[in-house]
């Protein structure tokens, strides 16, 4: 069992920023892809963030250019830094690891979240 422990979460005004960690002890990142996506009660889970073994990496439409999505191989830990907080990227934010499937990270395990709560 992989354990993915967030960090980083809180409360900002708009037009704030964040910058979330994701830790992944013993785990290797540069054998998967890694993904941040974030939930909100009564909505489906968005994909946010992926990054993939190569560095390439994708975004949702909702968050292109305001976020951006790291890894530290050495240190096991996936970052995303947000910026130009809307009230509209208020969530949990989870990160998960994954495989590559079709282009797609497909993910196999998820952390607890971490709350992100942007006040306009």
């Known amino acids: 069992q992989v354990q993915l422990v967030e960090s980083g979460g809180g409360s900002v005004q708009a037009g704030g920023s964040l910058r979330l960690s994701c830790a992944a002890p013993?785990?290797?990142?540069?054998?998967?892809?890694m993904a941040w996506s974030r939930q909100v009660p009564g909505k489906e889970r968005e994909a946010v963030a992926t990054?993939?073994?190569?560095?390439?990496?994708n975004y949702a439409d909702s968050v292109k250019g305001r976020f951006t999505i790291s890894k530290d191989n050495a240190k096991s830990t996936l970052y995303l830094q947000m910026n130009s907080l809307t009230p509209e990227d208020t969530a949990m934010y989870l990160c998960?690891?994954?495989?590559?499937?079709?282009?797609?990270?497909?993910?196999?395990?998820w952390g607890q979240g971490t709350q992100i709560t942007v006040s306009s």
């Open positions: 990054i993939f073994t190569d560095g390439t990496t």
């Open positions: 013993g785990l290797m990142f540069s054998w998967y892809c």
């Open positions: 998960a690891r994954g495989r590559p499937l079709d282009g797609v990270c497909v993910a196999a395990d």
